[in-house]
T-cell receptor
Framework: AQKITQTQPGMFVQEKEAVTLDCTYDTSDQSYGLFWYKQPSSGEMIFLIYQGSYDEQNATEGRYSLNFQKARKSANLVISASQLGDSAMYFCAMRESRSGTYKYIFGTGTRLKVLA | NAGVTQTPKFQVLKTGQSMTLQCAQDMNHNSMYWYRQDPGMGLRLIYYSASEGTTDKGEVPNGYNVSRLNKREFSLRLESAAPSQTSVYFC?????????FGEGSRLTVL
């Protein structure tokens, strides 16, 4: 069965430093997608970045980059130059194709706290 | 720019009562989803729907029913609420890309 694992329940990082949030996945599919979402304390889910399984380059979106290592089945999120506003819960998710539609499965999340 | 709209935002129920969470999207997406979020558990998929009239079970479907009456709307029903169903519920939609989420519905079952 497909599975997403986030092994870091909580992380601290100093403001302006970079931080890596870990995500590993398990799937037998060749075609899949990997996503990261941010959930601030206000509760909404904010899409950050996407990586397709066939993409050869690591995805980047501003200060966010996705370190995709296909052989290791890992899709770590790197946040550069952390800001206080980055303090939030972060979820890794995987999309697989099932019965003509897409199914999205989430990890348990990592709570990031940025320190001033 | 409503996106995905969920109602109600908050609800308190007594054990055994029934209720329906409503979800509507205005992005013309085919696929819609219901998740529940519990502390330490992440988001778990309850049911999803590829198109009008079709639904599939997710990871935690027990105790829930869904209806996809048209392309826009996907409702989640609790027929006999239990305290274990106390959670935050999210509806989402997509068209192959990222999921677009509603603001969430906080449900408490006493």
């Amino acid at each position: 069965a497909q599975k997403i694992t986030q092994t870091q329940p909580g992380m601290f990082v100093q403001e302006k430093e970079a931080v890596t949030l870990d995500c590993t996945y398990d799937t037998s599919d060749q075609s899949y997608g990997l996503f990261w979402y941010k959930q601030p304390s206000s509760g909404e889910m904010i899409f950050l970045i996407y990586q397709g399984s066939y993409d050869e380059q690591n995805a980047t979106e501003g200060r966010y980059s996705l370190n995709f290592q296909k052989a290791r089945k890992s899709a770590n999120l790197v946040i550069s130059a952390s800001q206080l506003g980055d303090s939030a819960m972060y979820f890794c998710a995987m999309r697989e194709s099932r019965s003509g539609t897409y199914k999205y499965i989430f990890g348990t999340g990592t709570r990031l706290k940025v320190l001033a | 720019n409503a996106g995905v709209t969920q109602t109600p935002k908050f609800q308190v129920l007594k054990t055994g009562q029934s209720m329906t969470l409503q979800c509507a999207q205005d992005m013309n997406h085919n696929s819609m989803y219901w998740y529940r979020q519990d502390p330490g558990m992440g988001l778990r998929l309850i049911y999803y729907s590829a198109s009008e009239g079709t639904t599939d079970k997710g990871e935690v479907p027990n105790g829930y029913n869904v209806s996809r009456l048209n392309k826009r709307e996907f409702s989640l029903r609790l027929e006999s609420a239990a305290p274990s169903q106390t959670s935050v519920y999210f509806c989402a939609s997509s068209e192959e890309g990222e999921l677009f989420f509603g603001e969430g519905s906080r449900l408490t079952v006493l």
